[in-house]
């Protein structure tokens, strides 16, 4: 049983802090959207390690999949503690986790430290997600009290994919164009994400702290919602192995398979596909939650059919439409999943609920694509691609029903 020791009021907001409730809300999606955007700063950059440093293709991909694992681990032990630790207290120290892998990333391009500085930026990423999310949603209803939670939804969801989209096309084109390409991305995101920790230093707290007996995640939603819980769970899953794929593989796809070698170009279409997401989840924001939802299944199936045909006929432009419309699906589907959540989830423990979504979801990232990465090395591309998208389709297809359900 959780003791609680003590448990003193939060100050009021602007006692000890420069900014306002409304300042804040926005200096901490800009912090989400920046660690976000630095965690695929590697999309574009891959290739370049092959060639330099001799990765393999399953090298990448457990690169890839050590970032992914460092999110779980990492919500798995901290992504809950912002709910009585409080949230500035945790996303400071992860803003600054990231940029210490910025850091390792600028003194080596060793697979080793490339492997640590994937899995402490998983770390970080794993305590920023939920809480920020949370942050928002808190920082929203304190700044404009009784205006419902759309924008703060909203927000943290385009904070999420607008930064996944940012990410890849700076450092595409810093890698195509500036010198030093396997460092000048990286040097660059090490000053914003010290920017973004000072503004998180001064952003108002909005949880009560006190002190209770630690103890790894857990879910802690009402019975009757669990299995909706758990299909928003498997959505995000889904939603989030669409866009691993395009944070991974999809660039080696573009490079060989498609005979398009150019970075800039690789961190382009990891960006089309996360811009699109951005984008949908804008458009569908009055629709209703299973509008949304609807929405992002068949767009994601859709998407995924067209990417892995592109594929097999070695066409470019239908690769970045399917690109385009299995991220507007995710984008949509992974909206979905959070609003979900938040719907069910009381806000005592919303942080926690949030967290094992982001869990699944994060799931999603590393075991679907380290399988296809290991596929490559058996069968074609074009199977390994084909096998991915069936799996993913039977999953959305297995949650569709509970999440529709009204």
């Known amino acids: 049983m959780t003791t609680v020791l003590s448990r003193p009021a939060a100050r009021p907001a602007g006692r000890d802090r420069k900014l306002s409730h409304e300042q804040g809300f926005w200096a901490i999606a800009l912090a989400f959207a920046v660690s976000l955007a630095f965690t695929v700063i590697p999309t574009p950059l891959w290739a370049l390690y092959q060639r330099h440093d001799g990765y393999s293709t399953i090298g990448v991909t457990v690169a890839f999949a050590a970032y992914a694992f460092g999110v779980i681990a990492s919500l ?3 992504g809950h503690v912002s709910d009585w630790l409080g949230r500035r207290r945790v996303l400071l120290p992860a803003v600054l986790l990231e940029a210490v892998s910025a850091t390792l990333f600028l003194t080596s391009t060793s697979f080793g430290v490339v492997l640590v500085a994937r899995v402490l930026s998983g770390l970080g990423i794993g305590m920023i997600t939920a809480t920020a999310t949370a942050h928002l949603s808190e920082l929203h209803a304190a700044a404009r009290p009784g ?12 904070a999420n994919l607008g930064g996944f989209a940012f990410g890849p096309v700076v450092s595409g084109l810093l890698a195509q164009y500036a010198p030093a390409p396997l460092r000048t991305p990286y040097l660059v995101f090490l000053g914003l994400l010290l920017l973004a920790a000072i503004a998180v230093s001064l952003v108002p707290e909005t949880v009560a702290t006190h002190r209770r007996r630690y103890r790894p995640q857990r879910v802690d939603v009402p019975a009757a919602t669990r299995p909706r819980y758990f299909a928003a769970t498997a959505g995000a899953f ?3 192995s669409v866009l691993g794929l395009f944070t991974s593989l999809a660039p080696a796809f573009v490079a060989g398979t498609l005979h398009h070698p150019s970075r800039a170009l690789a961190g382009a279409v990891a960006s089309l596909v996360f811009g699109s997401g951005a984008v949908a989840q804008v458009l569908l924001r009055r629709r209703s939650l299973r509008d949304q939802v609807a929405a992002g299944l068949i767009l994601m199936v859709a998407g995924l059919a067209t990417v892995t045909a592109a594929v097999w006929a070695q066409s470019l432009p239908a690769f970045l439409v399917g690109g385009a419309v299995a991220g507007a699906g995710a984008g949509a589907l992974f909206k979905g999943t959070i609003s979900t959540v938040v719907d069910l989830a009381p806000p005592a423990v919303r942080g926690e609920a949030l967290a094992g979504l982001f869990l699944g979801g994060y799931l ?11 596929l490559t090395q058996l069968v074609s591309p074009q199977v390994a691609l084909l096998w991915f998208a069936g799996a993913i389709a039977a999953l959305i297809v297995a949650v569709s029903r509970p999440l529709l359900r009204r």
Do not use: I
């Open 76 to 78: 798995f032990l901290a």
């Open 364 to 374: 999603g990232l590393a075991v679907p694509v380290l399988g296809l990465g290991v």
């Open 238 to 240: 889904a939603a989030l």
């Open 147 to 158: 205006a419902g939670r759309a924008r703060g939804d909203l927000v943290a969801t385009v």
